[in-house]
């Protein structure tokens, strides 16, 4: 009896200190296993957050474009003060990439750009009708000062979307062009085009 129960203790300390040692071998895998995990995770939710930035930062770009169409034209009608029949279909359109913008508000929760852009948005609408008394050169610039303050949301949408932040230097290097240094680019070549359409509308009006 006495033999039995030694040998049943000692059975039992025998699986104990195998599922020891089993334990004490799976622990840096299972270790390694949370940390892949983890870093898989937060890889994941790193391009996701990028994907956002993307979507929300190519449909700013295209109110911009909008913005800067419709300044040229108010520009040269104001400047030529003939009637753009044309001018309501260029209003539009800026509004309808308002209205896409406002479409995409959990993109902007999710980039916590929401008060941001509601504040861009009131600039930009107010921008679009030219006030009593306005010269026309004032009525470009407040139009371009709301085209500026896009391109600061958009930028802002870069920083909090990850786009500029990207650990592989040659996409780093993409999305700096894509956020940063291509809707510069684009709206100096608009405020020229638009300035410049603006004087020749104007000269041929007083020839």
Known sequence: MTNTKVLAKFSLIKRCFTLFAVMLFLLP???????????????????????????????LFETMLAAQRYRGQTFMAAQSGKENPKLSEFKNALLQHVREVDALDEDAAALDLTAHWEQVKTQMIGSQELMQNEKPIAFFQRQTEAIYSLKALMQEV??????????????????????????????????????????????????
């Open 29 to 59: 895998f299972g270790g390694a296993v949370y940390l892949f995990v983890n870093a898989t995770n937060n890889e994941i939710a790193f391009t996701e957050k990028e994907l956002v930035g993307v979507r929300y930062h190519n449909t």
């Open 158 to 207: 870069g920083n909090n979307s990850n786009l500029i932040l990207d650990p592989e230097l040659e996409t780093y290097y993409m999305m700096d062009v894509m956020v940063n240094i291509t809707p510069r680019i684009i709206e100096n070549l608009g405020y020229l085009r638009g300035r410049i359409t603006g004087i020749l509308a104007a000269q041929k009006v007083t020839e």
